[in-house]
């Protein structure tokens, strides 16, 4: 790996810096440290009520779209950048120290790409300058509540009668799905074939006739997760993307171009940085446990390498991708790290705080350190070592692929 930037990389890290502090709206800068402050939301602020915060979103993807940032991994002839892998790293990890939305979410990083590459030139020109202008909202529909982890065991179905398909079954954990315009549906066309097959992969209007949404709300209070209701939800057969029962194949290039995790890595620097800083000032010192415990000084120490090591893994991975290579149980090590890192950094910081970390704050007293997002965040983490392929799986893809270790 080459750990220093190349003077062209260096450059384009400046522009970046340049960009942030030029034209990041201030309601981004007021927010950062803060409850949404990694600007993941920017689905939801660009509908949002408050015209302040719909101002600000709509701002920043200007600011973007301006030099061609909001998809850095398209191709240029599809409206994207164009970047190598090691550029959209540093893009990412620029936006994600200072705290900026990444403007277009689950639509620019996955679905976008799943539409070049297999959909057909009417899907394209239908979806794909929508989508990279925000027009266009997604969110995916995958899993189903008796088939998370093991994905290829979904039956929601689609009946296909001439020109449409008719769905019927139900998602879960489908993120954003109360802001978002249009589905990316993996759904099951062939119930005789082998689990792996006879899935298909469908593009559906949220506003169809027979769509519910049901809300999760998650241990912290917050509203990012759905269930999804299909009740004979018709489909415009046109809407499928690549072959009919071979969607499973089509999701497999349902990642970001760049799987380096540099967000949730800069987060969880962040959290260590935020965790020092306040035991080092006169409030912490009160509040904290820190000063009468060596053990929980030595836990902090601990954690602040562990992100150092999670960091140098996600260069790893980039450098991979810059070579030619593609990740593979690498980039299985790197979330089951960083996820887990997360959650030992949240453990530490209410361990450091003693009884003050349980105080979630917002009831005007003062008396929560942090304004109660160390106690939000320990509850947020929860899941992190579930949603998106748990640790046990990544654990499995580590000993099989990595390992060359049997299948149990």
Request: proline share 4%.
């Amino acid at each position: 790996m080459e750990w220093a930037d190349t003077p062209e990389q260096a450059a384009f890290r400046a522009a970046v810096s340049e960009l942030v502090e030029e034209s990041l709206p201030e309601h981004y800068r007021k927010i950062r440290g803060g409850p949404g402050g990694s600007g993941e939301e920017w689905q939801i602020d660009r509908i949002s009520e408050d015209p302040v915060v719909r101002d600000a979103a709509w701002s920043w993807a200007r600011a973007l779209a301006d030099r061609g940032w909001i998809a850095p991994a398209w191709p240029v002839e599809y409206g994207g950048g164009g970047m190598t892998s090691v550029e959209q790293f540093i893009l990412n990890h620029e936006l994600a120290k200072a705290e900026a939305p990444q403007v277009g979410g689950q639509g620019i990083s996955q679905i976008g790409p799943a539409i070049i590459i297999h959909g057909t030139e009417e899907l394209k020109a239908e979806h794909i300058s929508k989508t990279l202008s925000g027009e266009r909202a997604w969110c995916q529909g995958f899993s189903e509540p008796g088939a998370g982890s093991d994905l290829a065991s979904l039956q929601t179905r689609a009946v296909r009668d001439g020109d449409e398909y008719t769905v019927n079954g139900q998602k879960i954990w489908t993120s954003r799905a109360h802001a978002a315009d249009h589905i990316a549906l993996l759904v099951r066309t062939d119930p005789d074939a082998a689990k792996h097959r006879g899935i298909s992969f469908l593009l559906v209007d949220m506003e169809s006739p027979g769509i519910s949404i049901r809300p999760l709300i998650n241990m912290a209070g917050e509203h990012g997760f759905n269930e999804v209701f299909f009740d004979n939800v018709s489909v415009p057969a046109g809407n499928l993307v690549g072959e009919e029962n071979r969607g499973w194949y089509v999701s497999v290039t349902l990642l970001d171009f760049e799987r380096s995790r540099i967000r949730q890595t800069v987060d969880a620097q962040r959290s260590i940085e935020r965790l020092v800083a306040f035991i080092g000032s006169p409030e912490g010192a009160a509040k904290s446990r820190s000063g009468e415990s060596a053990t929980i000084r030595h836990e902090i120490t601990d954690r602040a390498i562990e992100v150092e090591v999670v960091f140098n893994l996600a260069f790893r991975v980039v450098s991979m991708q810059g070579a030619g290579l593609v990740p593979n149980y690498e980039a299985s090590m790197l979330q089951m790290s960083v996820f887990e890192t997360i959650q030992r950094t949240s453990r530490t910081t209410a361990k450091a705080l003693g009884l003050y970390g349980q105080l979630w704050g917002g009831d005007g007293s003062g008396h929560a350190p942090l304004e109660g997002e160390p106690a939000r965040e320990y509850v947020r983490h929860v899941s992190r070592t579930i949603a998106g392929g748990s640790s046990e799986i990544q654990r499995n893809i580590i000993a099989t692929r990595g390992l060359g270790l049997p299948r149990g």
